[in-house]
């Protein structure tokens, strides 16, 4: 299993800091599926826009609800969350060196949004990075059962956390665990409760042209 996750203190950083790595990892020739976040502020007292964007190369989905100048609480677009997972389910399907997450937030700490494409990306033994805010740590540890690994934005030890997991692949075939679950390892518990829904075929949403 190779789960990594960048986490920043301050608001709105990991986002850029997440996007920047995953540019570089993509102009390093790896394969990459999943989503970054992208913020388009909207001018002085007025929420942002927050788009996903598909890896590798789009399309682009809107995520939030414009509620308002005045409006409190989440403006999470829940149903376009789920068409997001849909699009990145299905992704996932044609192979990946990586998959890219933008963030382990609420909804996967609740049980919805990525947290079974991220329990199916390492069921497959594909390695997958994460972004995580303080707030939902301890859900992301529990559901990792706390072999994730943190990481800096540093390209080189990102490159190198990776190789490693290709490299005991490669030496230990039959120590890893397969795209069926079969292996020699025990399997995490979390893949466990997980596996039956990541599993489960999804449809593919209708997704329009990137908005940039």
């Avoid at 992208?38 to 788009?51: K, L, P």
């Avoid at 609740?110 to 329990?119: H, K, L, P, W």
């Avoid at 997958?128 to 080189?156: C, H, I, Q, W, Y």
Wanted: contains cysteine; hydrophobic residues 40%.
């Amino acid at each position: 299993m190779k789960l990594g996750y960048i986490m920043s203190k301050g608001r709105g950083e990991t986002d850029p800091r997440l996007a920047s790595v995953a540019r570089q990892l993509m102009q390093r020739g790896l394969r990459l599926c999943g989503t970054i976040q992208v913020n388009t502020e909207r001018g002085a007292g007025r929420h942002c826009d927050m788009d996903l964007m598909f890896l590798p190369n789009g399309p682009a989905l809107r995520i939030s609800q414009d509620r308002g100048q005045w409006a409190s609480g989440c403006r999470l677009d829940a149903g376009s969350l789920e068409l997001a997972v849909a699009q990145v389910a299905g992704a996932l399907d044609d192979g990946a060196d990586l998959v890219v997450i933008n963030k382990f937030g609420k909804h996967e700490a609740e049980g919805r949004g990525f947290r079974a494409v991220i329990a199916a990306a390492l069921d497959r033994n594909v390695p997958v990075l994460v972004g995580l805010n303080p707030l939902n740590r301890e859900a992301f540890d529990k559901f990792s059962g706390g072999l994730a690994t943190e990481l800096d934005t540093d390209l080189g030890a990102i490159l190198k956390w990776n190789t490693r997991r290709k490299n005991f692949v490669r030496d230990n075939p039959s120590k890893t665990i397969g795209p069926l679950g079969q292996s020699g390892l025990a399997r995490p518990s979390y893949l466990e409760s997980a596996r039956a829904k990541a599993l489960t075929p999804i449809p593919s949403p209708a997704i329009g042209a990137p908005k940039w």
